[in-house]
């Protein structure tokens, strides 16, 4: 046992006391208006990140030194695995999650508190008392639940390994990102808590809620997006979105996330939606726990009940508090939030917006619905039923069709109420231009109503997009005469929450558009001899074959590999070669570990994945190459806009996100009452 | 009538087409999660069950796995403990489909008392340890290995 290790266990634990006094004189200090209980508070949080960060640091030693006396790192790791994979192993099991959750909570909360320190004083003591109790729960469900430092009391000569299907770039850095973005959403719901507490629901709280909320859809957009490539490279099923449960929960804080992203806008320009904003933030961050809770639980991978997970009936508690003390704060706080202003009219940013926050809040229950359907079911049925992929599908694409209708028309339609000017001006071209791109399809032969009707859309709204861009630029030519390009990144650079956020419009539309191409999608499964050939015809129309050269084995140090090579031609053109594979990984010992693990042949192009499984291998004859290989080949067109749109989002969102953007929006209003200056003036901040 | 009226007409509307696709889309995709247990119960009680579109959630019995020529039809017996019910799938089998697994067929039960299934899940147990008290680390050879000089 590492020095470094024994350090890390008896951190945990002083880390656990260190919340709790936190927690208590954070809160005590805000009661009873005690400075000094507040300073200690603070104090007391930011001594518990320092633990954390020493208990960390002796699971990542136990990790990496291969101490299989502590259990966890016997059973997530193996002697022979990469020492990248055993770094990652930190966050691959629930004890070592829950502490990697502790972990980012108490980093948060330390940049958080530090940070708005001297800007919002009387929220401090509740924000920091709130984030203490979070993590108070994590510690103690650490140090009691899902103790990660948990000895055996013999020592193996090995580990159990990691599944291979984990062992990927993408999977490395996937959970981390999504619990980035889960942990984030604590840092608003904090700050939440303490306007309530406070009844100081002005607009001063809601800069850092705003912040934190980025960061936590940020996080969560790459989360989800390399958890998507994941499936698609080593599940093999072909696909990159299967409405599981676990993919579900992720998706469920992004939404309100979102929502709370543009509601905050109402709530900023017009003082409207105060109590629904309150609602958002704590919404995000309740998904976010249940979202931990069902990919940590195993509730709905194992398809038990809530109680029989050791931390099950923990989460489910700890749950159940945050919701009744969020009602009650709130329903003691009505007043409070009352809205400044009122709605004028149907034909307004303000309406738009509404409907907006409704399609993602309908979104968000439907999927919410869905996901813990066959629990509800069994409670008041007595029967589990399941709902899958047709649920999901059914209810959402008709509400995420008028979502993206709203994505055009809610950023250029005036506030308060459009005129009938104001629509045509900003609507009339690109209203023609997504009519022109359905009727093009549909002449071009498309029958998906959806998919038609996401893609016309889609061209609605790079259309508004589009003309946002080029009146910005043109007005940037003749005001500041400058040419194309510095006229274009100024223009970003100057007004980034706004054309970043068109940005993040652009990846969307990309991304509905990918989604669109999956009604085209075909399958085919076929049996292949080497030599023989097999013939079929894309969505496109284009016609394929598929040569087989036969199947191939090797062997590696970890693994078995079998693999299969298929010649492919496109209307009698030759388009390459496609190799899947399905490799068996052995431990040092040569026992298999784990189930087999597909890699998918992929040939992308922008138009069309050819997505080839090998789903297995049958000997005939004796003879070595008397085998015919099973394959399923899958067309799926579009599937690279996926990404692309996710890296697109993820631009946007860096630029909305980047710090220089707050401080430049303030220093344009001074600008305004400053003489015209030259260049490099307005750089220096003016004190008022 | 009033902006906040209409809003609210508007978003009812809304609301209300969400929750009719719901309510018809689960009466019309929801199926039935059944242990084998539950299923034969449920035949037992009303023999028009067969036929009736299910999910079942069982172990695959080991060795039970006999794959028929051609490669992509499967005959195995899943159990929960208490009943075992014989199973015929076409298609292509998950990786994380061999003995002892858990998974999720999705099909109907023939009158002959064979299911047959349309769909085949396996849950990869090692995913998420999340089972209590799971103790995989013990078929490993690295256990048994010392476990022996122990």
């Known amino acids: 046992m590492n020095a470094l290790t024994l350090i890390g266990e008896l951190s945990l634990w002083v880390g656990l006391l260190m919340a709790a006094w936190s927690t208590t004189v954070s809160f005590a200090g805000g009661a009873l208006h005690r400075d000094d209980l507040v300073d200690s508070g603070v104090r007391g949080l930011y001594a518990t990140f320092a633990m954390v960060v020493l208990a960390s640091i002796g699971l990542w030693t136990a990790l990496l030194t291969r101490d299989f006396s502590v259990a966890y790192v016997a059973t997530h790791i193996s002697a022979n695995m990469p020492n990248l994979y055993v770094f990652t192993a930190f966050w691959s099991g629930q004890q070592g999650s829950m502490l990697f959750w502790a972990l980012i909570l108490s980093m948060y909360s330390t940049i958080a508190i530090s940070t708005s320190r001297s800007r919002n004083r009387e929220l401090i003591p509740w924000a920091t008392g709130t984030l203490s109790a979070i993590l108070l729960f994590f510690l103690a469900t650490n140090c009691f639940k899902a103790n990660p430092f948990v000895r055996l009391d013999f020592i193996p000569l090995d580990g159990s390994g990691m599944n291979p299907q984990l062992q990927s770039p993408a999977m490395a850095i996937h959970p981390p990102n999504l619990y980035l973005g889960y942990v984030a959403t604590a840092v608003p719901f904090a700050f939440a808590i303490a306007a309530l507490f406070t009844r100081r629901l002005n607009a001063e709280w809601l800069g850092v809620v705003r912040r934190w909320t980025l960061i936590s859809w940020f996080f969560l957009t790459v989360g989800i997006i390399l958890g998507m490539w994941w499936a698609y490279l080593e599940l093999g099923w072909g696909g990159y979105w299967a409405w599981d449960p676990v993919e579900n929960s992720s998706f469920l804080p992004w939404l309100t996330d979102t929502a709370f992203l543009h509601s905050i806008m109402i709530q900023e320009k017009r003082g409207m939606l105060r109590k629904w904003n309150v609602v958002l933030v704590v919404l995000s961050f309740l998904l976010s726990i249940f979202g931990t809770f069902i990919t940590r639980s195993g509730v709905v991978e194992s398809v038990h009940s809530f109680a029989q997970s050791p931390v099950g009936t923990w989460f489910g508690a700890f749950f159940f508090l945050c919701v009744g003390i969020t009602v009650y704060l709130v329903g003691t706080r009505l007043k409070d939030l009352e809205a400044t202003a009122e709605l004028e009219s149907m034909v307004s940013r303000e309406a738009a917006f509404l409907y907006n926050n409704l399609l993602l809040i309908g979104i968000a229950f439907a999927v919410f619905w869905g996901t813990v359907f066959p629990i509800i079911s069994e409670w008041v049925r007595g029967t589990k039923i399941t709902v899958g992929p047709p649920f999901f599908n059914a209810v959402n694409v008709p509400l995420a069709l008028l979502l993206l209708a709203l994505t055009g028309v809610g950023p250029l339609i005036a506030w308060r109420k459009a005129s009938v000017s104001n629509l045509k001006r900003q609507f009339a071209g690109p209203a023609i231009f997504g009519l022109i791109v359905g009727i093009a399809l549909v002449i071009a032969g498309m029958r998906s109503f959806y998919a038609t009707m996401a893609y016309a859309l889609g061209g609605f709204v790079i259309g508004t997009i589009t003309q946002e861009f080029y009146k910005g630029v043109r007005a940037r030519r003749t005001i500041h005469e400058e040419s194309l390009i510095p006229a274009f990144l100024h223009l970003i650079g100057r007004n980034r929450r706004r054309y970043g956020g068109y940005i993040v419009h652009v990846g969307i539309v990309l991304l509905f558009s990918a989604f669109a191409g999956l009604a085209f999608k075909t399958d085919n499964e076929v049996t292949l001899r080497t030599g023989q050939e097999f013939d079929v015809r894309d969505p496109y129309g284009h016609k394929w074959r598929f040569i087989s050269q036969g199947v191939s084995t090797s062997e590696t140090r970890d693994r078995e590999t079998i693999g299969i090579t298929l010649q492919t031609f496109r209307d009698n053109k030759p388009m390459g070669f496609i190799t899947s594979e399905k490799r068996q990984y052995f431990d040092t010992q040569r026992n298999p570990l784990f189930q087999p693990l597909t890699a998918a042949g992929i040939r992308t192009t922008p138009k069309l994945d050819t997505y080839v499984v090998l789903a297995g291998v049958q000997n005939t004859g004796s003879a070595a190459g008397d085998n015919e290989a099973t394959l399923r080949v899958t067309f799926n067109p579009l599937v690279m806009w996926v990404w692309t749109g996710g890296y697109i989002m993820l631009i946007g969102g860096l630029i909305v996100m980047w710090p220089q953007a707050e401080r430049r929006r303030t220093q344009a209003g001074y600008a305004a009452v400053m003489p015209p200056a030259h260049a490099g003036v307005a750089d220096i901040p003016v004190p008022v | ?150």
Do not use: W
């Open chain 2, 1 to 150: 009538m009033k902006p906040r009226t209409k809003f609210l007409i508007g978003g009812a509307v809304v609301l209300g087409v969400a929750a009719y696709l719901m309510a018809t889309s689960i009466e019309q995709t929801g199926v039935y999660y059944l242990t084998p247990t539950e299923l034969s119960t449920r035949i037992a009680a009303d023999p028009g069950f067969v036929n009736t579109g299910v999910k079942v959630g069982a172990r695959v019995v080991p060795g039970s796995i006999q794959r028929m020529a051609g490669g992509t039809e499967y005959a195995f017996r899943v159990t929960d403990g208490t009943r075992t019910v014989p199973v015929v799938y076409h298609g292509l089998a998950p990786d994380t489909f061999t003995d002892s697994v858990d998974v999720v067929v999705g099909g109907r039960m023939g009158a002959d008392g064979t299911f047959h299934a349309t769909e085949l899940l396996a849950k990869c147990a090692s995913r998420y340890d999340n089972a209590p008290g799971a103790q995989k680390y013990k078929s490993t050879a690295g256990y048994k290995a010392a476990a022996s000089h122990a």
